[in-house]
């Protein structure tokens, strides 16, 4: 067996044998004769200095328990970080990684996708309609007369034709152009980073990610229900988020939503998402290509450490309003620590630092 497979032993033992955890702990039960193999295979594929009942607590430790510490480090990180050259340093045994990793960067991808969906589904039940007049020439009245024109046209006889000014629907606005322009930059970005080349292989679970927002936005593309926009936005659609066209369409919807002549808010929570979209692929381009893997409990408490040190700094800047400075270590060599004034007083808090007490000298 590999980990991953004593790993699903393990707990296939828990749900379907219905053997407690506390008994599946202990390194005794290891010795039972029905079991001893679980203590062959461990031997097999343990760490260094891991013990039987780290590795159970880490299999049998709900994935929700720790993928919401791992997100929220990320997301504290992110936040508190100056610039995209920062880097956590992360120790776990002989090993160091650095976060923001590859993983947090995907996880990120999805949820960006989940707000997206949201923002989609917001406009697209009360899209924005504009109701231009356009000038309207025969012989069904149709809006409002022009009798000036009319009368001029028809030479003072009696008018067999009318002119006319009417309203008409216009669905092809810079708001709803934009929006399906958006659906289509998430798509491509899926299918990009699918086909890009890591320097770490694509796992499983960042695969499945991608895969989703590249289905879920090729079924909105393909199911949109006006035409008259998807027309509207083909001579966009080959042009990247930078260009200086779409700089202007994005300008053009932050000029109708500020006169009022957009009401519906989910064209503004749409501005707001497409900087997010414009940042995090900035960091796919620069970021570290590595991630940081989970595999045993050591890597755990590697995780709640980092977790708790991010989270005083998030106490300290936003609950107790101190000017919080973050120095980040950018070799193994040197220390990441934050630092603030208080009473008085430097304080400096450092991450994953030893210290020891000085020996006092006797004598001379």
């Not at 399906?180 to 320097?199: D, M, V």
Request: proline residues 3%; positive net charge; aromatic residues 14%.
């Amino acid at each position: 067996m590999n980990r991953q497979e004593l790993a699903n032993e393990i707990i296939r033992l828990e749900k379907e044998q219905k053997i407690p955890r506390s008994t599946l702990i202990r390194s005794e039960f290891t010795l039972q004769p029905n079991f001893q193999y679980l203590d062959i295979e461990f031997r097999r594929v343990q760490r260094k200095n891991e013990k039987w009942h780290q590795f159970v607590r880490f299999v049998l430790t709900p994935k929700d328990e720790w993928k919401y510490m791992y997100e929220r480090l990320a997301y504290l990180l992110r936040y508190h970080r100056e610039n995209l050259d920062d880097y956590f340093v992360l120790k776990s045994g002989t090993t160091s990684n650095t976060m923001p990793d590859r993983m947090t960067d995907f996880i990120r991808f999805h949820k960006l996708f989940e707000e997206f969906f949201q923002i989609y589904s917001k406009i697209i039940r009360r899209m924005q309609v504009d109701y231009p007049t356009v000038e309207y020439s025969g012989q069904m009245i149709r809006g409002k007369i022009d009798w000036r024109k009319t009368l001029l046209k028809s030479n003072g006889q009696f008018p067999l034709s009318f002119e006319m000014n009417t309203w008409s629907r216009e669905f092809a606005t810079p708001e709803n152009i934009l929006l399906l322009l958006s659906t289509n930059w998430l798509n491509k970005e899926s299918t990009k980073l699918i086909n890009a080349k890591f320097s770490e292989p694509l796992q499983p679970d960042e695969i499945q990610i991608l895969y989703d927002v590249e289905s879920s936005t090729n079924r909105l593309i393909q199911n949109f229900p006006y035409m008259e926009i998807v027309k509207a936005s083909k001579r966009f659609s080959k042009l990247i988020p930078q260009d200086n066209e779409i700089t202007q369409l994005i300008e053009d919807v932050e000029f109708r939503i500020k006169q009022g002549y957009i009401r519906n808010k989910g064209y503004l929570e749409l501005l707001e998402w497409l900087k997010k979209l414009k940042e995090l692929s900035l960091e796919f381009l620069s970021g570290n290509p590595s991630r940081f893997h989970i595999d045993s409990l050591a890597d755990l408490d590697t995780i709640y450490e980092a977790w708790i040190f991010l989270e005083l700094i998030d106490f300290c800047k936003l609950k107790k309003h101190l000017d919080v400075k973050m120095i980040f270590g950018k070799t193994d060599s040197e220390h990441t620590f934050f630092e603030f004034k208080f009473d008085k007083h430097m304080i400096k808090i450092y991450y994953d630092r030893q210290f020891f007490k000085k020996m006092e000298r006797h004598g001379h």
